[in-house]
């Protein structure tokens, strides 16, 4: 079908006006599979050769904790940037920025706290090839050994026994992310010219919010991003184990946290317990009013604003290959809240969700602390589908969470409010992009790619559409099993070999599509 729809294509060229950098070959010479199969017989080896040292660089990079969610890791974040930035200079990118993005919106305890910068990188600018902007986030998930962790999360393990590579950001998103810097080397030693201008952004707050990205990508939007043809984002993963997917949906994520506040300081229970109103008491009736066991969210007027299923895209689902055994070994469990594979994939992809992550300034650790502590925040976030609107939503949880509080009659005091919000996105899988990239999957791995959606959120991916006016492609790397946010993420040392085969095959491919 993809080969159709890309000959299709070809013969019926029409290109783009150019942008910035203007092409100066208008028409295209059009390539198939087996015109660009002397590249790969050339670049798939050179990759395979390069596995120690592309793993060494992944080794190097999780090895910085960057966790943009830990206020007092913010320099060790910064430390990565730099690092992708030494490694893009001695690839021989140019142009590279380290955008600064200002201080930190509240909530935030340090009040001057610096974002991370953002890592702008060129890589060849060439008029007559096109430009392709790759996006990737090198910060991370907090991670410590006593989550349950087999070793420790900022050391990458390479297990033989498994043939993974185990640490935090291995598949979300450092792998990936240095991914588009071994494509070039991997160009660069093997004698290939390399098919398109690479443009690089990689943020450090994508796991906070991607706070302050959508003011820069909006402000260089018409400088940096100047004549940016399509955009690419691999931060994201398989459905399951075996069958590579594209990715043409994500879903967006609010994220909330409600506080309440009672005493000036944390207490002895044995002196105040049963004569004061414990806030943590209050706090989780307030939680336990969001959602309940099955999954469905109790805010009243949630369920109205979700876009209705459509006879032709159930058909979507039937098709896809997933099971119910896939998710239980995922989740390492069997607590799946749905039997059938439509409804699984339908709670994932296309109906919102509400998970609570945590209390802050609660008792969390080991031991039997007697303590009533004096002001606890508690932390969930609601994933988004279409057509709900961010704001009314925001709405609708603030008034839910203050009269679910004012039931309770309590003397404390109960604030909600939002973190940050990123929008969900759905997109034509059809399109230059897709097809390109279902090519190269066929090359790499032999197999049509499933288009699937996600449950999981890139917040910034509607931003480079919407700004920069182009496609977005989401070419995911690692596997369904792959732990991100979890104990013991992973990537397959395959999946990371492959994965950047596939990047160079799309480029390649897309560089020869007629259309952007
Ligand atoms: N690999 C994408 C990813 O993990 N995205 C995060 C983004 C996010 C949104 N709010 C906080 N983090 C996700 O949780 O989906
Ligand atoms: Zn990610
Ligand atoms: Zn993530």
Redesign the pocket.
């Known amino acids: 079908m993809f080969v159709n729809l890309i000959n299709k294509l070809i013969s019926t060229s029409a290109k783009k006006p150019p942008q910035s950098i203007a092409r100066t070959v208008s028409t295209t010479t059009t390539m198939s599979p087996a015109t660009l199969q002397p590249i790969f017989d050339k670049l798939f080896p050179k990759v395979e050769e390069l596995k120690p040292d592309f793993i060494n660089v992944l080794k190097q990079a999780v090895e910085i904790p960057a966790v943009s969610g830990d206020e007092s890791l913010r320099p060790m974040v910064v430390k990565k940037a730099k690092f992708l930035a030494s490694q893009l200079e001695s690839l021989g990118f140019h142009d590279i920025q380290l955008k600064e993005l200002g201080t930190q919106p509240p909530p935030v305890n340090n009040t001057h706290l610096q974002l991370p910068p953002v890592v702008l990188s060129r890589y060849g600018s060439d008029p007559a090839k096109k430009t392709v902007l790759v996006y990737g986030h090198y910060d991370v998930q907090p991670a410590q050994r006593e989550d349950g962790w087999d070793t420790e999360p900022f050391e990458l393990v390479v297990d033989e026994a498994t043939q993974t590579l185990r640490g935090r950001g291995s598949t979300?998103?450092t792998g990936p992310l240095t991914g588009w810097l071994h494509v070039v080397r991997a160009h660069k030693e093997a004698g290939i010219d390399f098919p398109v201008n690479l443009i690089t952004c990689f943020e450090g707050m994508?796991?906070?919010?991607s706070l302050g990205l959508e003011e820069l990508i909006a402000k260089e939007a018409s400088n940096y991003f100047k004549g940016v043809d399509a955009v690419c984002i691999s931060?994201?993963y398989w459905l399951g184990t075996k069958k590579p997917v594209l990715t043409y949906g994500l879903r967006g994520?609010n994220?909330y946290q409600v506080t309440v506040s009672g005493p000036k300081a944390d207490l002895h229970s044995g002196v105040f317990g049963g004569i004061i109103a414990e806030p943590m008491v209050d706090l989780v009736q307030v939680l336990s009013g969001l959602v309940d066991s099955k999954g469905k969210i109790l805010i009243d007027g949630i369920d109205e604003m979700v876009a209705p299923v459509t006879e032709k895209e159930k058909e979507i689902y039937e098709k896809i290959d997933f099971s119910l055994e896939e998710l239980n070994e995922a989740s390492g469990s069997n607590t799946a809240l749905y039997t059938s594979k439509e409804d699984i994939l339908m709670h994932r992809w296309r109906y919102p969700s509400l998970s609570v992550h945590g209390v802050e300034g609660a008792f969390y650790g080991q031991g039997a602390k007697t303590v009533i502590p004096a002001k606890v925040s508690g932390k969930f976030?609601i994933r988004t589908v279409p057509d709900m609107d961010s704001e009314k939503l925001t709405k609708l949880v603030v008034d839910h969470c203050n009269k679910s509080f004012a039931k309770l009659g309590s003397p404390n005091t109960c604030h909600a409010e939002l973190i940050?919000d990123?929008a969900y996105w759905v997109s034509d899988p059809f399109n230059a992009q897709f097809s390109a990239a279902a090519e190269a999957t066929k090359v790499v791995y032999g197999v049509e790619p499933d288009l699937t959606r996600e449950g999981?959120?890139?917040?910034i991916t509607l931003t480079f559409e919407q700004e920069l006016k182009t496609s977005v492609l989401l070419l995911p790397m690692g596997r369904g099993d792959d732990g991100?946010?979890s104990i013991n993420e992973k990537l397959d040392i395959s999946n990371f070999i492959n994965g950047i085969k596939l990047m160079g095959a799309y480029l390649h491919f897309y560089a020869q599509s007629p259309e952007n």
């Open positions: 979300d998103d994508e796991e906070s919010g931060d994201n994520c994220y976030s940050h990123g999981g959120s890139i917040p991100a946010h």
